[in-house]
C-alpha cells in the first residue's frame, strides 16, 4: 500500500508570493490533516478535511487555507507569505478523524520564504 | 491554548541502558494519547494509540503507559539500541484535534 504522498519536497518563494502544496492519502483514508512545524515548536495544528468538508481548524490566519478533493487528495494554500512561514508543513490521512487510529504522515514539504 | 509538555527535551544514553520520558497532558475532554516516533530524513510514524486511563501498551523493546486522571504517559525503552535513536513525540486528542508535544530526541550512543 501506498503510503502517503507530499508535493513538492522543497520550495523556495519570496515575500508576498502564494503556494500550494498537495498531499495524497493512502488509499481508503478519509480523513487529511495538515501540520506545521517551526524550530522549536511542536507539530501545529493548521486544519483537517473529511470528504471534502472541513471539521476542524486550528489558530492561524486567513493566508492559510486548504480542501479536500472527492478522491481524498488535499490542498493546502498560503497566500501573501510572510518570513515566518517558513516551515516543514506535515499531512497526515487517517481511516476516520475521532476514530482514534494512528495518523499516517508524509514526508513533508520544506518551504523556504526569502 | 492547550498544553503537551515533553520532558526531558535530549537524551543521550549509552547502548544497552534503559531509558524513560514523560508526557504532560491536561486531564479533561480526553479522547487519547498517541506516540510518534521520528527519524531524521523520514516521517514520523505511529508507535502507540492508548484510549483507557491505565492502558499499557508495548511493542518490542518499547512500552507506554497512561494515566488520563493525573494527565501524564510515560514511554519507556529497554535495552536502548543506536536503531532508536530518534525524536519521540507526543499527540493529545481533545476532541476535534490533535496537540502534539515538542518531543524528546533520544540518542543512543553505541
Not at chain 1, 494554500?77 to 515566518?84: D, M, W, Y
Not at chain 2, 534503559?18 to 523520514?42: G, Q
Request: proline share 4%; aromatic share 12%.
Amino acid at each position: 500500500k501506498a503510503g502517503v504522498t507530499q508535493t513538492p519536497r522543497y520550495l523556495i518563494k519570496t515575500r508576498g508570493q502564494q503556494v500550494t502544496l498537495s498531499c495524497s492519502p493512502i488509499s481508503g483514508h478519509r480523513s487529511v490533516s495538515w501540520y506545521q512545524q517551526t524550530p522549536g515548536q511542536g507539530l501545529q495544528f493548521l486544519f483537517e478535511y473529511f470528504s471534502e468538508t472541513q471539521r476542524n481548524k486550528g489558530n492561524f490566519p486567513g493566508r492559510f487555507s486548504g480542501r479536500q478533493f472527492s478522491n481524498s487528495r488535499s490542498e493546502m494554500n498560503v497566500s501573501t507569505l510572510e518570513l515566518g512561514d517558513s516551515a516543514l508543513y506535515l499531512c497526515a490521512s487517517s481511516l476516520v478523524q475521532g476514530d482514534n487510529s494512528p495518523l499516517h504522515f508524509g514526508n513533508g514539504t520544506r518551504l523556504t520564504v526569502t | 491554548i492547550l498544553n503537551v509538555e515533553q520532558s526531558p527535551q535530549s537524551l543521550h544514553v549509552q547502548e544497552g541502558d534503559s531509558t524513560n520520558f514523560t508526557c504532560s497532558f491536561p486531564s479533561s475532554n480526553f479522547y487519547a494519547l498517541h506516540w510518534y516516533r521520528w527519524e531524521t530524513a523520514k516521517s514520523p510514524e505511529a508507535l502507540f494509540v492508548m484510549t483507557l486511563n491505565g492502558d499499557e501498551k508495548k511493542k518490542g523493546r518499547i512500552s507506554a503507559t497512561l494515566n488520563t486522571k493525573e494527565g501524564y504517559s510515560y514511554l519507556y525503552i529497554k535495552g536502548s539500541q543506536p536503531e532508536d535513536s530518534a525524536t519521540y513525540l507526543c499527540a493529545f486528542n481533545g476532541g476535534n484535534q490533535f496537540y502534539f508535544g515538542t518531543g524528546t530526541s533520544l540518542t543512543v550512543i553505541p
